[in-house]
């Protein structure tokens, strides 16, 4: 039933008071939610590591270059990871919308 | 981050090598040293590895990671020094014979060698990690 939580996730974001009977089971914040949020923070945190890394790096902080690649590539990773939840949920949303009534 | 964990192991190997490779140049650097510590000639020095076994708090993410390697230890070369016959060397004795470093150059320029080719296998492992993510984020795709 993921699916059907990822909707209420974009609903809920969409400001939708729409409510089907198949939904009245996901009440307030659903496990999607959560779990976007989660990642978001998680992504957060990464960059702020790597900038934080970047600057020590520039101050002539850091005695180990690969750590600064490896913080930056983490960064990167996470991000496209993050673009790529964000499409499939923009995907799904857009499904929806294409739904003829 | 978990999903991360290659990485940051091969992050721990590459530090190690780096460290590996000071050594060898400080034991390079040092070959002729007859004054080091104690007014004694330079002792050659060598790295020993071990497995991390618990990764270090949140304070050093990434740096210290379970399953990684960390230098735990850097030991002096308890073999002999290397006479040398040389009566103009200021640190000549009355016979003329001057304590050289126990340093092996081409033991050195060995572990120079392996170091650098440690270094690059370590990148290699990160960059297949990579790799394997990137093809993650793939799953699905042109459907």
């Given at each position: ?34 779990i976007l949020?989660?990642?978001v ?28 690649m ?9 991000l ?22 | 981050?978990d ?43 060598s ?97």
């Open positions: 039933m993921s699916s059907v939580s990822g909707v209420g996730g974009v609903g809920g974001v969409g400001g939708g008071g729409f409510s089907l009977p198949l939904m009245e089971g996901v009440k307030g914040s659903s496990e999607f939610d959560r949020t989660k990642a923070d998680g992504v957060d945190g990464t960059l702020k590591d790597s900038d934080a890394v970047a600057k020590n790096f520039a101050a002539g902080k850091v005695e180990n270059p690969h750590e600064v490896i913080r930056l590539e983490e960064a990167n990773l996470t496209q990871w993050t673009l790529q939840v964000r499409n499939k949920v923009v995907d799904a949303y857009n499904e929806m919308m294409r739904m003829s009534v | 981050m999903m991360f964990r290659s990485m940051d192991v091969s992050g721990s190997g590459m530090t190690a090598q780096r460290k590996w490779m000071d050594v060898s140049a400080e034991n390079l650097a040092n070959a002729r040293t007859t004054r080091a510590a104690n007014g004694q000639p330079y002792r050659a020095k790295v020993a590895f071990s497995q991390v076994l618990e990764s270090a708090g949140a304070d050093r993410p990434g740096v210290v990671v379970e399953g990684g390697v960390q230098v735990s230890g850097i030991q002096e070369d308890q073999s002999p020094f290397i006479q040398v016959h040389d009566p103009g060397h200021p640190d000549a004795d009355v016979n003329g014979d001057v304590l050289m470093p126990n340093v092996n150059p081409v033991l050195e320029m060995t572990n120079l060698s392996a170091a650098s080719r440690a270094y690059e296998a370590n990148i290699a492992a990160f960059n297949a990690g990579k790799g394997m993510f990137l093809k993650a984020l793939e799953i699905g795709k042109g459907q």
